[in-house]
């Protein structure tokens, strides 16, 4: 199963990304256009792609086996799991049909 500690560990480097990205829409702290797309690039698109697969694997893991914490420590579950959470927020805000309007 140390597959899915490296898929964990990815997934929080993923949503810190995301993070990033977040401010990024806000400030624009970055001044090199490639940092800025590195950033974006891998907090919105492998974001996407990695924490509901990481957080699929951990409700299969935890289904089939019920130990998913002997695998994957727990803080990084929780740390994935509000990744996730906060990916889903951010999407629903921003396809909010209020968000657009003026």
């Known amino acids: 199963m ?6 964990s560990r990815l997934a929080f480097i993923c949503g810190f990304f995301f993070l990033l990205s977040v401010t990024l829409l806000i ?24 924490l509901p697969f990481t957080c699929l694997c951990y409700l299969g893991v935890r289904l089939v ?11 990084l579950i929780v740390a994935n799991l509000f990744w996730l959470l906060f990916f889903i927020f951010f999407i629903f805000y921003l396809n909010d049909p209020y968000y657009h309007q003026k």
């Open 2 to 7: 140390r597959w899915l500690l490296f898929l």
């Open 65 to 75: 086996s019920r130990k998913l914490k002997e695998y994957v420590p727990l803080w």
């Open 27 to 50: 400030f624009n702290w970055v001044n090199n256009e490639a940092l800025e797309s590195t950033i974006i690039i891998i907090g919105y698109v492998m974001g996407l792609i990695l």
